[in-house]
């Protein structure tokens, strides 16, 4: 294995999906995210964040979306704002610019209301899926590949999966919780929130739990998240890259074995010949439920 097909961006690695992708801003943009997402056949994802936020967590969530939305998956973003949150939608897509991709932006306020931002999306949104529409799948080779590998158990197959990963020439980036501390190898390099990193492993410092590790992986340039959930935890799904759920075959895993995709005793070399798969177009279970879980990690306590 030693080629991937993926979606050529001219600037970026390659993309295992092609999303437009509409990223709310704060809690009360997301019914207009959704809204616009619906009616374009785009992806959006629901929070509760945006305002409340204080020091550094500003920074972390502002960082957290503009990571999303230039993750290799996403051909096209459009920012949707409200206008006088904390996380300004504006600030996210003066980011997004920086980091040379465009910073397409509808705001409610400066709509003058929910209503005409939402035609304004729409007609910005049908314009971004036409352009994604052009890109094509091509042969790239396994360098191009970051996976995250994302756990809330010290499994010895994550660890394992991380050595043939990059055994392989692939990029990994690590997101786990503080009971899968134990995986994260000497050698790796620390990135932020948001931030992609240049070094063959790195891992996620404040990435969170749960379903916050997924957000943290993809949001540092994962196209394919692996993801070892604690016993007691489902399988998740995620808005902007497939996520390869391993069971660990105890607790409330042996009940809904079905809904993995991996069995805890499959070999870690099978495991990124699924990455692979999945990378190429193969869909997980998550999207086939149309399962996409959200949350961002906080790095202090607010109200």
Known sequence: MNTLEGFVRPTRRPGARN???????????????????????????????????????????RDLFVGLAANPNVAEALIASLGCETVQGKHVAAELQRRGRPGHLVGIQDSDGHDAALQAGIATARELVAAAENATRATVGMDQLTVGIVAS???????????????AGAHVVI????AAASLIPDAARHVAVGETGTSPVTYVSNAGSGAQLLA????CGAQV???????????????????????????????????????????????????????????????????AAFAIPRMLRTM
Not at 175 to 178: E, K, L, S, Y
């Open 19 to 61: 999303y437009v992708f509409v990223v709310p801003s704060v809690v009360c943009s997301t019914l207009l995210a959704r809204q616009i997402a619906d009616a374009v056949g785009a992806v959006t994802v629901a929070h509760q964040h945006g305002c409340g936020h204080i020091g550094p967590d500003i920074v972390q969530a």
């Open 153 to 167: 158990r010290p499994d010895p197959h994550a660890r394992a999966l991380i050595d043939r990963a990059v055994d």
């Open 175 to 178: 997101a786990v919780d503080r």
């Open 216 to 219: 943290a992986a993809a949001s």
């Open 225 to 291: 998240l692996v993801d070892f959930p604690d016993p007691a935890q489902p399988p998740q799904g995620f808005a902007v890259a497939p996520v390869i759920s391993v069971a660990s075959g105890i607790g409330l895993h042996t009940l809904i074995a079905d809904d993995f995709d991996v069995d805890s005793a499959v070999d870690p070399g099978a495991i990124l010949t699924e990455v692979a798969d999945v990378f190429g177009g193969k869909p997980v279970k998550a999207e086939l439920r149309g399962s």
